[in-house]
Each structure stands twice: as structure tokens, then as C-alpha cells.
């Protein structure tokens, strides 16, 4: 049986009060819930912790307004990931379904879990531990990297939209005979699309998260750690540095290049190039995301504004 003070010794925390036995982890409103403990690291949290009796606590720090056991850790919000896998482990069981279909020209790594209704196509191959929901799909010739999650729906390698309009004035397609390589520790949410590339590769760099809902185009290439929000869209050949971050239904153009460590803030259309280190807001894109909210912030002024500037051309006039 978990208890307090086993849970302590497997976060590397320290137990301050009575070694109770723990079976939930919960949010503050089921705080008084026997056996159960709550996180506390949170100014807000811990507000509303002060109303109630918690069973158990996690703080980072002894408060001695809460007369409850605690668990003393100075690892932050990091160690939700450590709770969340004791109080929920996940299950041990690997393989591809019956229900699945693996193409007998793909190559598939160890611990592999492909759930039922997913397709690997030919010459597709899968890293070690890499997990497919039901409904991914996986193209020809794809790459899947290792610890990569692929959840329901998701569609890696599909044709990236290239048209050529003919002196007929029809739309020829362009053969889209490249691939896509995802590399390792990436997760790539429910119903978001990666395109193969024309030629080459679609990159999706290592340890990048993709949200639900994103499209990526043909030919981009995203680098190491990067986040992309829900319906976030990255449209063909365009390049995005390391460690950036595009908000919930931001976009970005074709051929647009956008530097490492960058932000671009919600539903924010980039249409032109983004140096390093930038924080973007605008759309099309306009400015540095504190000069776009102080002009903002002006732009909800305008009528006081407007009807200030009228008293004052009315008192002109009455001078003149």
C-alpha cells in the first residue's frame, strides 16, 4: 500500500506529519477525500486550500497553516509527471493489434504499440516504445523516431498540396514523392496532419509536441523542442528554429522562416521572416507582442479618445 511516506521517498520529498495511507490524487475541491492527497504549489491553489481540510498536501515548502501531513519537494511543477505516473501507470502492454495493419516491407522497433484500425504503409519504420492510437496512419517510406505518440486520427505522410495550374487553366497535381521523418520523443495529437514532402523530407525536429488539429505542409522542417498549439497551421517549405512556440490557430506562410526561441502568440498569421528570440503578435504579422498590446490596449481607448478630440475641435472652433 502507498502512504505518505513511501510517496515522499519515491519524489524525493520529506514527510511532515502523520504517515497515512494514499490511494487518489486529486484537485483542490476533493482536497478533504480520505486517503488522498493534493498538489499545493500553486499561489491559487493553495488560496483555495486554505478554506478546507486537506487530507494530505504537497508543498514545496513547510507552511504551518496546514495542520494536515505534507510532503515537502523542491522540484516544482515537475513533479506532477512523477504523481501522475504512481497514482496512474500506464499499462504494460505492447504489440501490434489485430485490428491493425502493418505492411510486410515495414520495419517496426522493439516495445512498438499499434492500436486497432492504425495503418503502416510500405517501407515505413517505427522507432522503439513509439505508440499509435487507433486511427494513425503512417505513409509509405515514413519515419517514426523512438518514445514518439501518435494519438487517434493523426495522418503522417499524406500528399502535400502542390499544384500547377496548366495554359488549359487546370490544376495539374504535382507528384508528392518525398517523406516525412519524425525524430525521436516527438507527440503529435489527434487529427493533425503531416504532408510528405515533394522530394526530400518533411522534418518534425526531436522532443517537439504537437497539439490537436495542426496541419503541417510539404517540405517544412521544425527544429528540436518546439510546441504547437491546437489548430496551429505551417504552411509549405516554411522553417521554424528550435524551441519555438506557436499559440492556438497561429499560422505561418510558405518559405517563412522564423528563428529559434520564438513566440508567436494566438491566431497570429506570419507572412514575413521572424529574427531569434522574437515575441510576435499581429495579423498579418505586426509587431513585438508589448508594443502590439500597448497599441491594443489604445485601440479599446479610441472612442474616449474620439470624443475627447471632438469636445476639444469643438472649443477651438468656439475660440477662433
Known amino acids: 500500500m502507498l502512504t505518505a511516506r513511501t510517496l515522499a521517498e519515491k519524489i524525493g520529498g520529506q514527510l511532515s506529519g502523520q504517515d497515512i495511507p494514499l490511494r487518489f490524487l486529486v484537485e483542490a475541491a476533493d482536497c478533504a477525500r480520505v486517503e488522498s492527497v493534493c498538489l499545493g504549489l500553486a499561489r491559487k491553489t493553495l488560496a483555495a486550500l486554505k478554506d478546507q481540510k486537506p487530507n494530505c498536501l504537497i508543498l514545496n515548502q513547510d507552511l504551518p497553516e496546514f495542520s494536515c501531513p505534507k510532503i515537502i519537494t523542491a522540484k516544482g511543477k515537475e513533479v506532477l509527471i512523477e504523481l ?37 504503409g510500405r517501407n515505413a519504420v517505427i522507432g522503439d516504445n513509439t505508440i499509435l492510437y487507433a486511427g494513425a496512419v503512417v505513409y509509405a517510406d515514413c519515419v517514426i523516431g523512438k518514445n514518439c505518440i501518435i494519438h487517434a486520427n493523426a495522418v503522417i505522410g499524406a500528399d502535400g498540396f502542390g499544384y ?37 523530407a518533411t522534418v518534425i525536429g526531436q522532443g517537439t509536441k504537437i497539439d490537436n488539429k495542426v496541419h503541417i505542409g510539404h517540405n517544412v522542417k521544425i527544429g528540436r523542442n518546439c510546441i504547437l498549439a491546437g489548430s496551429s497551421n505551417v504552411a509549405g517549405s516554411a522553417t521554424l528554429g528550435d524551441n519555438v512556440v506557436l499559440a492556438g490557430n497561429a499560422g505561418v506562410g510558405d518559405n517563412i522562416s522564423i ?29 513585438d507582442y508589448g508594443v502590439a498590446m500597448r497599441r491594443r490596449a489604445l485601440y479599446n481607448k479610441l472612442p474616449e479618445i474620439y470624443d475627447r478630440l471632438k469636445t476639444l475641435e469643438g472649443k477651438q472652433q468656439e475660440w477662433e
Open 84 to 120: 501522475l505516473n504512481i497514482f496512474y501507470p500506464e499499462s504494460e502492454k505492447t504489440g501490434v493489434a489485430e485490428k491493425a495493419f502493418v505492411d510486410p516491407a515495414a520495419v517496426i522497433g522493439q516495445n512498438v504499440t499499434i492500436y486497432p484500425q492504425a495503418f503502416v
Open 164 to 200: 500547377i495550374q496548366d495554359k488549359d487553366g487546370r490544376q495539374r497535381k504535382v507528384p508528392q514523392k518525398g517523406k516525412v521523418i519524425i525524430e525521436d520523443d516527438v507527440e503529435i495529437g489527434a487529427n493533425s496532419c503531416v504532408d510528405r514532402a515533394t522530394i526530400s
Open 259 to 287: 528563428g529559434s526561441n520564438t513566440v508567436i502568440f494566438a491566431s497570429t498569421s506570419v507572412l514575413t521572416d521572424i529574427p531569434p528570440n522574437s515575441k510576435i503578435y499581429g495579423t498579418p504579422t505586426a509587431d
